[in-house]
């Protein structure tokens, strides 16, 4: 049914120059198809009437029910039907009250269709009060907005109109003209003919040897479609047509005809179109004045009433596009407020991100670097034993059998010893420890084991460092630094007292060597450098400050 009712406004949109839309909910009762088929098939004012009565109830029953499509659409037919009663002004009140309503509304392709059918509208009424500019404003309105080529062409043909009424001819020709070819591709022989009437009109007044085969061919098919309003309008016409070539009675002919219509039907605008034409052609100059004066005062009257309702929708049209510009602007500010929040977010998640990465970086190197010097001490732990188990024990089986054989040289003995001591150092010096536990008590076992008679080792504040807040890595290091620096200290410097100072300031352990021996010009070959390389390991430093005779030192900063 939904769709049925939307054929049907169609058709009559197109053949009466309207634009419609339909988007009614269902009623109870069927009552707006009765009276849009009274509206449609009528002529009778009687009946128009009843349809005006009916569409004037049912917007006040659809903007009760806030059903505003639907009330927009009641407007619609009110405005048709007081345009086919020549109550123009009130059409127009009806068709601007249809504006306000559409904008109230979002765009969808419903309010589309209704505005571009209302712009139409208001286009007719202000052709029909020779408010042209007003009625070209809105038929562009009407133009911009629709891409369909029946609507366009309907369109195009109402500008038409209007040049032909302001009798700037030739435009009309160029307009109807094109309406004419674009009706010929449609195949719809009511827009043929009434594209062929209008143009045979204009080519009447050019002149044109064909315009009035034009007329007569116009007139034949709105005979033969029985299409009354076409009939008038090519009557009218061709009543033009032989009054501007002085064939009254013809001229008369067509207009009684007109005349005689109007009077059946009740139709008030066909009679007073009739009328003036026959009155035109009577050439009684003081008629003629009087129609002049009257239609001059009519038509200020009619322009007067017109201007205060455009003039009213104007102003609010005005009123809602700065209202509009306004929450644009508001929300132009709301859309630039919330890109900066989101550009803040973003820098936010991307300085997150970067440092997570940072972060990420450090703790997978120092993982890396812990298991390298991880790897390292097992290394060192593997050699040790290695050392110790094959090199050392198989060196001293060798000087076990040697010592029963009374021929061997005490000197090849204290060489083998010797061997054998440095073997079982280099052991000693990488082999495994636990530095989890008492690492203090076992840091101390070390140095001590360096001092005899020759040699005093102090420390100092050893026992206030807090090693668990070492980790065993840093530990391990500092343990195999140390040991180097007294193996070194034992080996070459001849010194007499080792002093080693311990310091620890939250997480920051310093450690002081200093020791009386010959001292040296600081040279960083492979044990100095072994010691740099384990402490720099740890992310810690080393200096070394030595002179001859003036003793070692070394400052350890972890």
Wanted: charged share 30%.
């Amino acid at each position: 049914m939904k769709k049925l009712r939307i054929s049907f406004l169609f058709l009559f949109s197109l053949f009466s120059g309207f634009n419609f839309c339909w988007s009614q909910a269902e009623k109870p009762n069927d009552s707006l198809r009765y009276y849009y088929d009274l509206f449609y098939r009528t002529e009778e004012k009687s009946e128009i009437i009843l349809a005006y009565k009916y569409y004037d109830k049912h917007k006040e029953w659809s903007l009760k029910n806030n059903d505003t499509i639907t009330a927009i659409q009641d407007l619609r037919f009110i405005t048709i039907i007081q345009k086919k009663l020549g109550a123009y002004n009130n059409a127009e009140a009806s068709a601007v009250e249809a504006l306000r309503l559409l904008d109230l509304l979002n765009t969808t392709n419903t309010t589309k269709e209704a505005r571009i059918g209302l712009y139409n509208d208001l286009g007719i009424i202000y052709r029909n009060a020779r408010n042209y500019n007003k009625a070209l404003e809105y038929y562009e309105k009407s133009l911009a907005l629709t891409e369909a080529p029946k609507h366009k062409n309907i369109l195009l043909n109402n500008i038409g109109y209007i040049y032909k009424e302001q009798k700037e001819y030739k435009k009309a020709f160029n307009f109807f003209t094109e309406v004419y070819q674009k009706s010929l591709k449609s195949n719809d022989k009511k827009q043929i003919a009434r594209a062929l009437s209008n143009l045979g009109y204009v080519k009447a007044k050019l002149n044109y040897e064909d315009a009035y085969n034009n007329l007569l061919e116009a007139l034949e098919i709105r005979k033969k479609q029985e299409y009354l309003p076409g009939i008038i309008a090519s009557y009218l016409h061709l009543s033009e047509y032989h009054k501007d070539r002085n064939q009254k009675q013809k001229a008369l002919l067509y207009a009684n005809k007109v005349l005689a219509i109007g009077k059946e039907k009740q139709n008030i605008s066909y009679q007073l179109d009739a009328l003036s034409l026959i009155i035109e052609m009577e050439n009684n100059s003081k008629i003629l004045e009087y129609k002049k004066i009257t239609d001059s005062i009519s038509m200020a009257s009619q322009l007067n009433e017109n201007k205060f309702a455009s003039m009213k929708y104007d102003f609010s049209e005005e009123k809602r596009k700065a209202e509009e510009a306004k929450r644009m602007l508001a929300e132009s500010k709301l859309e630039k407020e919330k890109q900066k929040r989101l550009k803040f977010i973003y820098l936010a998640v991307g300085v997150f991100i970067l440092l997570t990465s940072i972060f990420s970086y450090y703790i997978l190197k120092s993982r890396h670097k812990k298991e390298k010097l991880q790897q390292i001490y097992i290394t060192e732990t593997r050699i040790s034993k290695k050392v110790h188990d094959e090199v050392a024990n198989d060196v001293y089986h060798v000087m076990t059998k040697l010592q029963t054989n009374a021929n061997i040289n005490e000197e090849v003995l204290d060489d083998l010893e010797e061997i054998y001591t440095k073997t079982r150092d280099i052991s000693r010096e990488n082999s495994a420890m636990n530095v989890g536990k008492n690492f203090n008590e076992l840091l101390k076992d070390l140095l001590l084991s360096y001092k005899d008679n020759n040699v005093n080792v102090i420390t100092r504040n050893i026992s206030k460092v807090n090693w668990n807040k070492v980790s065993n890595e840093k530990k391990t290091a500092i343990y195999r630094v140390l040991q180097e620096l007294m193996t070194n200290m034992k080996k070459h410097s001849k010194a007499s007292i080792v002093l080693l100072n311990f310091n620890q300031t939250n997480n920051k352990l310093t450690i002081e060597y200093n020791d009386n021996g010959i001292g040296c010009i600081v040279k960083k070959l492979n044990g100095l450098f072994n010691v740099e390389n384990r402490i720099n390991s740890v992310n810690g430093t080393i200096t070394f400050d030595s002179e001859p005779k003036k003793g070692f030192k070394a400052k350890i900063i972890i």
